[in-house]
C-alpha cells in the first residue's frame, strides 16, 4: 500500500496543480490622472482554501505613480502596509477569489512624467515569519534574537528559503531600507556593510552586491559615493570603541556603527535579481505587464514566416527626417529570427520625437467661450475663436480639448471669426457628463457645446517615418538552398502542368495557396511558367548566383492583410515591398504591425503562416500528376530511359540509364524504396561534361538526377545512376521493392519535356 | 503475501491488460500467375511460375496508366516450377502489367496484376 501511495504522491507531484498568473495586456496611460483602470490581474490554480500572500509593486514606474484598490474585501495587510490609500507597493494576504476581486478593482494614478509602468503581481501560499518585498522581488525574515554581527553573517548564510540561499540583509536603496523599517518590528538590526578590512572603506558585505565599496570615509556624508545608497545617522560612523559594523533602524530610520559585540537582532534576505519577474524561488509565481504613460512609443513587429529555426536576416531600419526626402539607416544588425519566425526589432526604431510644422492646439480650463464644438448629422465640428490662434489656422493637426478629446483635427475652413475643424470621431464625454471638467462647457443649444477655456499652441513633435528593410544574407542564402530545393521546383513544373500543360494559363487553382503564384514567379514578368521554375532550378544548384538580377530581390514584403488578401486571379497586381514603411507620424502610442515575408522560389511556401501542417516540402506527391505529360504516349521528343535491377545475396543494385537525352540539360527521377526491408547506401552517377549531379535520399525515396547549365552541352545516354541497398533481411527476390517515377526533363530553352521509362 | 499483491496491483497499474497479438496469416500462393489474365497481389505476396529452362530472366512491372516501367529485376530461374514474391508497399498503381523475358528479351509470360 505505502508503494502504491508513494506512486501515486509521485504523479500528483510531477503532474502539478497549475498555479498561474495572468497579466493584461499593456495599455496606454494618460499622463497626471487618477482613477485609470489597471486591472486585468488574476490569479488561478490555487487551492480555493489557501491563505496566498499577494505582493504587488511597481518595479519601473515615474515617480509618483501610485495605485490602489476599491475593493479590499477578506484582505489582511502584511506587516507595514494598510490596505487603503494610494501605495506604490504592497503585500497581504487572503484566499484566492478574494484577491481576485481586488486585483479586478485595481486602479492607477500617473504623474506627469512620461516613462513606462511596470505593474508585478507575485503569489505564493503564504509562509508565516517571512516579508515579501513586492519591488525587488526578494523575502525577508526577521531574526528577533539578538546575536554578533559576524555570528548573523554566518547564521544568515546556513539558511535556504523556497530553493534560495539566504545572506544578511542588504539595504542597497531608500526604498529598501524603508521596507525594512516599515516590516521588521524590531530596531538596531545588523545589515550587511562593514568597514572591517579597511576602517572608513564601507563595503556591503553579503548579497548579489558583496565587495560594492558605498563610503570611503566615516561621517554622517563625508565620502558617501555617489550612486550609492547612504543613509548615516548624524554623526555617524564615527569608529567609537573601534565600530566596525553597521546597524538600521538606529534611533529612528537610520545607520550607525557597531562593535562586534553588540547583541543586535538581524534580517536575512532570499532572492539575488532586481527585477521580481525574474524570481526563481520554489512554489511562487509571478507575471507583470508594463504599461507606458504618456507619450512612450512602443512598436512591436510580428513577423511571419512559419518554421524558420536557425538563420537571420539583416534588418535594416531606416528613417526619414520631417520634411526631406532622405531616408538614412539607424541601424544594420542582423537579427535572429527565432520560433515561428519572431524577429523583436523594437530597439531599433527611432523613438526620438522631432518638433514639426504643425501645430497642437490645446484647450484647457479658463473664463470665457473661446471655443465651442458642433454636433450634426454625426459630425464633430470644432469651432476655435480665430483671435487665439496666433498663426495660419490651417497649421492645426491636433487638438487637446480639456479631458473630452486629444488626437487629430482636419482643418476645415475659417470664415474670419471662427477656424472650424473636424474630429473624426464622436465624443461621448462631451455630453454624458463624465467629464471631470464638466462645469466648464456649457449646453449651448442647437447641438452647440461651448468651453469655458484658454487655447494655447504649441509646435507638435512627432515621430520620424521609418521603414524596416529586409536584406539576404550569407546566411539567408544557406537558408534558401536548405529549403528550396530541385523538388521544390518540381512541385512548381507539376503545378504549372497541371494547371494546363505548357502551353496553358497560369493563372488558376494549381496551387494551394494563391501567395505561391507571386512565390513562384521568379522572373517577376507576372506570368508563372516554365522558364521561372527553369531559372530557380539554375540559381538552387549553384550555377546562378544570387546577384543574377531576378533573383537580387529575393526577400518580399506584404503587410499581413494584404498577404492573406492574395488570391489567385489578383497575385500578379498585388504590389510587392522590399521594405515595410512604418508611418509613425500620427502620435499614436503603440503599434503593433503585423507583416508577412516570403521569399521567391518558395513555391511550397514552407514559411507561409497560411500553410499549416509540417511546414516542409511534402515530398510524398502523387507520381502520377508528377508526370509532365497529360497523355501516356511515348513521343520522338521525349528522353527515354530504362532501368533494372538485381540482388545479389544481401545488395541490391538499381541502375538507371538514359537510352535517349534528346537534348535535355536537366532530368529527375524519384525512386521509392521500401524502408522497412532496405537500407539506401550510396548512388553513383555517369554523366557527360560538367553535369550538376544529385541524389538526395528522403527516408522511403531518392530524389536524383542531373542538371547541366553551361550553355553548350547536354546530357547523354552516357547518364547513368546505379544505386546500392542493403536488405535487411534474407530474400530470394525484390520486385516491387524499388519503384522508379520520371519527374521531368528540361531542355536548353527552358521547354519542359517527358521522360519515358522503356 | 501482502507485498506479493502490491506488486501486482502496481503492476496492472501500469501494465495494463496483456495484448496478445494475432499471427497474420499469408495470403494464398498464386499458383502458375501467367496462366490467367489478372491477379490480385497483397504486398509480399508470393506467386509461381514455370520456367522452360535455367537461367537470367526479367520480371517487369508496368503501370497499365502511363504504360512506364516502374520495377524491373533481373532473376535467375530454374527449369520448371520457381517461386518469388512481388512487394507492392512503393507502388502507387492499381493496375500493373506484370511481363517476364528471357535473356533475349522474348516474353514468356504477361499477365494483369491488381494491387490491393
Redesign the interface.
Known amino acids: 500500500m505505502r508503494i502504491f501511495l508513494t506512486i501515486l504522491f509521485s504523479l500528483i507531484t510531477f503532474l502539478g496543480s497549475g498555479q498561474t498568473i495572468t497579466a493584461p495586456d499593456s495599455r496606454s496611460y494618460v499622463l497626471n490622472t487618477a482613477d485609470q483602470n489597471a486591472s486585468g490581474f488574476s490569479l488561478s490554480g490555487f487551492n480555493s482554501s489557501d491563505i496566498l500572500l499577494c505582493a504587488i509593486g511597481l518595479p519601473t514606474a515615474p515617480a509618483g505613480t501610485t495605485f490602489y484598490f476599491t475593493t479590499t474585501t477578506g484582505l489582511t495587510p502584511a506587516s507595514g502596509y494598510t490596505m487603503t490609500g494610494n501605495k506604490s507597493r504592497i503585500a497581504f494576504t487572503g484566499t484566492m477569489a478574494n484577491i481576485n476581486n481586488a486585483l479586478a478593482s485595481l486602479k492607477i494614478n500617473t504623474p506627469a512624467t512620461a516613462g513606462s509602468i511596470q505593474i508585478s503581481v507575485s503569489a505564493t501560499v503564504n509562509p508565516a515569519g517571512f516579508f515579501y518585498n513586492p519591488t525587488n522581488g526578494h523575502f525577508y525574515r526577521p531574526i528577533s534574537s539578538g546575536t554578533t554581527y559576524t555570528n548573523a553573517r554566518a547564521a544568515a548564510l546556513n539558511t535556504t528559503f523556497k530553493g534560495q540561499q539566504g545572506y544578511l540583509v542588504t539595504i542597497t536603496s531608500a526604498d529598501e531600507d524603508a521596507f525594512v523599517f516599515n516590516n521588521v518590528p524590531q530596531t538596531n538590526i545588523w545589515f550587511a556593510l562593514t568597514d572591517e578590512l579597511a576602517e572608513g572603506q564601507w563595503r556591503i558585505d553579503a548579497g548579489p552586491e558583496a565587495g560594492t565599496l558605498i563610503k570611503t570615509s566615516n561621517g554622517q556624508f563625508t565620502g558617501n559615493i555617489a550612486g550609492q545608497y547612504n543613509n548615516w545617522a548624524p554623526g555617524e560612523p564615527n569608529n567609537s570603541g573601534n565600530e566596525d559594523y553597521a546597524v538600521t533602524k538606529w534611533n529612528g530610520s537610520q545607520w550607525n556603527d557597531l562593535p562586534n559585540n553588540f547583541s543586535c537582532p538581524y534580517v536575512i534576505e532570499y532572492g539575488t535579481w532586481t527585477n521580481p519577474d525574474n524570481a526563481t524561488f520554489t512554489d511562487f509565481y509571478t507575471n507583470s505587464t508594463t504599461h507606458s504613460n504618456g507619450p512612450t512609443l512602443s512598436v512591436r513587429f510580428n513577423v511571419s514566416t512559419n518554421n524558420i529555426t536557425n538563420s537571420a536576416l539583416t534588418a535594416k531600419v531606416h528613417y526619414q527626417p520631417t520634411g526631406s526626402a532622405t531616408w538614412t539607416p539607424s541601424t544594420n544588425i542582423a537579427r535572429s529570427m527565432t520560433l515561428l519566425g519572431g524577429m523583436d526589432v523594437t530597439s531599433d526604431i527611432d523613438t526620438n520625437r522631432v518638433v514639426t510644422n504643425t501645430y497642437l492646439s490645446t484647450i484647457s480650463p479658463g473664463q470665457v467661450e473661446w471655443s465651442y464644438i458642433n454636433l450634426f448629422n454625426g459630425s464633430v465640428t470644432l469651432h476655435i475663436d480665430q483671435r487665439k490662434v496666433t498663426m495660419s489656422p490651417s497649421l492645426i493637426s491636433h487638438v487637446s480639448i480639456l479631458d473630452v478629446y486629444s488626437g487629430p483635427v482636419t482643418f476645415t475652413s475659417s470664415n474670419g471669426t471662427w477656424a472650424m475643424y473636424n474630429i473624426p470621431v464622436q465624443i461621448p464625454k462631451l455630453t454624458d457628463g463624465t467629464s471631470q471638467f464638466n462645469s466648464y462647457i456649457r449646453n449651448a443649444g442647437y447641438n452647440n457645446y461651448a468651453f469655458r477655456c484658454e487655447v494655447t499652441m504649441s509646435q507638435n513633435r512627432e515621430y520620424k517615418k521609418q521603414a524596416l528593410f529586409f536584406n539576404y544574407s550569407t546566411s539567408l542564402s544557406a537558408l534558401y538552398n536548405n529549403v528550396v530545393t530541385v523538388s521544390d521546383v518540381y512541385t512548381a513544373f507539376r503545378q504549372f502542368a497541371t494547371q494546363g500543360g505548357l502551353t496553358g494559363t497560369s493563372n488558376g487553382t494549381a496551387f494551394t495557396s494563391p501567395i505561391q503564384y507571386i512565390a513562384a514567379d521568379v522572373d517577376g514578368n507576372g506570368i508563372f511558367d516554365e522558364k521561372d521554375c527553369f531559372e530557380l532550378l539554375q540559381h538552387i544548384t549553384g550555377t546562378q548566383p544570387l546577384s543574377a538580377s531576378n533573383l537580387t530581390d529575393i526577400i518580399r514584403i506584404l503587410s499581413r492583410s494584404a498577404y492573406d488578401g492574395v488570391t489567385s486571379s489578383s497575385w500578379n497586381t498585388v504590389p510587392q515591398k522590399s521594405f515595410y514603411s512604418i508611418d509613425l507620424m500620427d502620435g499614436v502610442l503603440t503599434y503593433t504591425n503585423n507583416i508577412s515575408i516570403f521569399w521567391k522560389g518558395d513555391v511550397n511556401m514552407s514559411h507561409s503562416p497560411s500553410q499549416s501542417g509540417s511546414g516542409q516540402i511534402n515530398m510524398s506527391v502523387n507520381p502520377v500528376t508528377m508526370s509532365m505529360s497529360l497523355n501516356s504516349s511515348t513521343s520522338a521528343s521525349d528522353v527515354k530511359a530504362s532501368i533494372i535491377s538485381e540482388l545479389i545475396e544481401d545488395e541490391l543494385s538499381l541502375t538507371v540509364q538514359l537510352d535517349q537525352a534528346q537534348s535535355a540539360v536537366g532530368v529527375q527521377f524519384m525512386v521509392h524504396y521500401d524502408n522497412s526491408l532496405l537500407s539506401y547506401k550510396e548512388t553513383k552517377f555517369t554523366s557527360v561534361g560538367s553535369s550538376t549531379n544529385f541524389a538526395s535520399d528522403k527516408g522511403d525515396y531518392i530524389s536524383l538526377g542531373s542538371l547541366i547549365t553551361d550553355g553548350n552541352s547536354s546530357l547523354d545516354n552516357s547518364t547513368k545512376y546505379v544505386l546500392k541497398f542493403k536488405t535487411k533481411s534474407k530474400m530470394t527476390n525484390t520486385l516491387g521493392l524499388i519503384s522508379v517515377y520520371p519527374v521531368d526533363a528540361v531542355t536548353k530553352n527552358g521547354s519542359q519535356i517527358k521522360i519515358n521509362i522503356l | 503475501m501482502k507485498k506479493a499483491l502490491?506488486i501486482m496491483?502496481?503492476a496492472a497499474?501500469f501494465g495494463g491488460c496483456t495484448k496478445y497479438e494475432i499471427e497474420p496469416v499469408p495470403p494464398p500462393i498464386i499458383k502458375d500467375i501467367f496462366s490467367v489474365s489478372q491477379s490480385t497481389v497483397t504486398n509480399a505476396q508470393t506467386f509461381n511460375f514455370t520456367l522452360p529452362s535455367a537461367g537470367p530472366y526479367?520480371?517487369t512491372?508496368i503501370d497499365s496508366?502511363?504504360?512506364?516501367?516502374?520495377?524491373?529485376?533481373?532473376?535467375y530461374g530454374g527449369a520448371g516450377l520457381n517461386?518469388?514474391?512481388?512487394?507492392?508497399?512503393?507502388?502507387?498503381?492499381k493496375y500493373l502489367q506484370l511481363v517476364l523475358l528471357d535473356a533475349n528479351n522474348n516474353q514468356i509470360g504477361k499477365t494483369t496484376i491488381i494491387t490491393k
Open positions: 502490491i496491483a502496481v497499474l526479367t520480371l512491372l496508366l502511363t504504360k512506364q516501367v516502374i520495377s524491373r529485376e533481373k532473376i517461386t518469388r514474391n512481388i512487394y507492392t508497399k512503393t507502388i502507387q498503381s
